[in-house]
């Protein structure tokens, strides 16, 4: 863990909110005016702990060695400690779920890596990219299939959800944890976003046309192709607020190495049909900010602009909501999820939550003991939502 040295009052000014797009300003294509800005301010030692706090301090690391930076003594051992300590994570956790994904493939049931898995095995060096679990996309119809893989595997899964039925009809993934110590997490997802509006506007193959290959842990496995990565980038940075600078660089270097790939005329076609558009301007526009662009960035900022309706932005304001709003993030998602009868069964579904739910919530066994848990579960939601927010550090 990281320690961060105290500031100097003459640094004040210097808080996290002005030092990452610093951060940015070094991983961007015209780094030089950045760098001797951290020089000069006597930061170093600060931002390097604030860019492996927010996941980046090994690209920032390389970024400073690839333009001959003379680093103090401090910051440089921060930084390769960091990316030490990411390249044995990620051997860990992909060596951990090798043996799930090899009995996958074993049975037939077709997977395609997500997020960190797939950027590490197609995109970066060992060590650059942090990961804290693994995300597997899986087709709806293979849910049952894949989760007696994984149990077989030796992975017990995570919480019970509200109900039997709420994945994979009313929410995309499922927790499993391998049966390593310490246990890696796989995300096993039947489809690519976790708004529900994206479940009803997009089909039912989304991400896995054009896939490519790659190696991982020793096995071929398969990740999206240029278009579908770029748009889960997207549409993942966004519905989490845009503000992840490590996933606002994701959506750079893919653009780097894979934009000579990418037609922008057909991005833009599919987020319109998608209902996607917004989230995928939003987090391309972000990363412009962060980082700077090229043309091609700011053409695809071009491209996907304008083509969003009052339903669209409401579902991506209320997206980062679920974990400290669920009152208000149920009711946006009522509210912008096509398809009545649809509707009314997540709702059905989120009031009337199944036992094994319950059972989580409230441990006592008694005459009663649901409508207790029930009571429990209400408290416990009024609590979250109630609860002041917290002051900005």
């Known amino acids: ?64 060695q690839r333009h001959g ?53 197609v995109l970066y060096e060992p060590g650059l990219r942090p ?20 149990r077989n595997a030796g992975c017990r899964p995570g919480a019970d959800l509200l109900r039997e039925d709420f994945y994979p009809k009313y ?15 796989i995300d096993l997802h039947c489809r690519p976003f976790h708004v529900l509006r994206y479940a009803r ?11 490519m290959e790659a190696g991982c842990a020793g096995l071929i496995v398969r990740v999206p192709g ?11 940075a966004a519905c989490h607020g845009g503000t992840q600078l490590r996933w606002l660089y994701d959506i750079k270097c893919w653009l780097d190495r894979f934009g000579g790939s990418i037609d922008l005329d057909r991005l833009a076609a599919q987020c319109r049909r ?20 090229n043309d091609l960035l700011r053409a695809a900022v071009e491209a996907t602009d304008g083509f969003a309706g009052p339903l669209d932005r409401l579902a991506v304001a209320a997206a980062p909501l679920a974990g400290r709003a669920p009152v208000l993030h149920t009711v946006c998602t009522a509210l912008t999820t096509p398809g009545l009868r649809f509707r009314l069964g997540y709702l059905a579904a989120v009031l009337l939550p199944g036992t094994g739910h319950l059972a989580q919530i409230y441990p006592h066994r008694h005459a009663g003991w649901q409508l207790a848990a029930h009571g ?7 609590r979250r939502t109630l609860r002041p927010s917290e002051p900005c550090a």
């Not at 610093?22 to 030692?45: K, N, T, Y």
């Not at 499922?174 to 997490?185: C, D, H, L, S, W």
């Open 201 to 211: 506007t997009m089909p039912e193959g989304a991400l896995w046309s054009g896939t």
């Open 226 to 236: 240029p278009h579908s990565m770029l748009i889960h980038l997207c549409v993942h």
């Open 376 to 382: 429990t579960r209400v408290a416990s939601i009024l």
């Open 131 to 150: 990961m804290t679990d693994i995300d597997v996309l899986i087709r709806a119809e293979d849910v049952s299939t894949a989760e007696k893989v994984l």
């Open 69 to 121: 930076i003379d680093l103090p003594v401090s910051a440089s051992r921060q930084m390769r400690a960091y990316r030490e300590h990411v390249a044995a994570a990620n051997s860990y956790q992909l060596e951990s779920v090798r043996k799930a994904l090899a009995r996958l493939q074993i049975a037939k049931v077709p997977f395609l890596l997500l997020k960190g898995a797939a950027l590490n095995a």
């Open 274 to 293: 998608w209902r996607i558009a917004l989230p995928v301007h939003r987090a391309l526009t972000a990363t412009l900010e962060a980082f700077g662009g």
């Open 1 to 64: 863990m990281t320690r961060k040295r105290p500031i100097d009052p003459a640094q004040a000014s210097q808080t996290p909110a002005s030092v990452w797009p610093l951060i940015g300003r070094c991983l961007g294509d015209e780094p030089a005016g950045a760098f001797r800005e951290v020089a000069r301010s006597g930061l170093w030692e600060y931002v390097a702990a604030e860019a492996c706090d927010a996941g980046v301090g090994a690209f920032l690391y390389a970024a400073a």
């Open 171 to 185: 929410y995309c993934e499922r927790e499993y944890f391998t049966g390593t110590y310490p246990p890696v997490k």
